[in-house]
C-alpha cells in the first residue's frame, strides 16, 4: 500500500508508518523534529525535496 502523509511529521513518526507500511511507498514533503533527530536522520527522511522545521521539543 502507498501512503501519502499530508501536513507535517516528525522523523518517529515517519519511521513507524514507514514501518507499518511493509514494501508500499511512503511520500511526505515536510517534516517537523527536534535538531538533534533531524542531524541524526540526514540523508535519510530529511533530504533536499523535503521541507524541514526545526521545534523545541519535536512533532
Do not use: C, P, W
Request: proline letters at 0%; zero cysteines.
Amino acid at each position: 500500500m502507498n501512503v501519502l502523509v499530508d501536513g507535517e511529521a516528525s522523523v518517529t513518526q515517519l519511521s513507524t508508518i514507514d514501518a507499518l507500511n511493509g514494501g508500499g511507498t511512503l511520500a511526505f514533503n515536510a517534516i517537523k523534529d527536534t535538531a538533534a533527530a533531524l542531524v541524526t536522520n540526514a540523508g535519510n527522511y530529511v533530504g533536499n525535496s523535503v521541507n524541514v522545521t526545526r521545534s523545541a521539543q519535536g512533532h
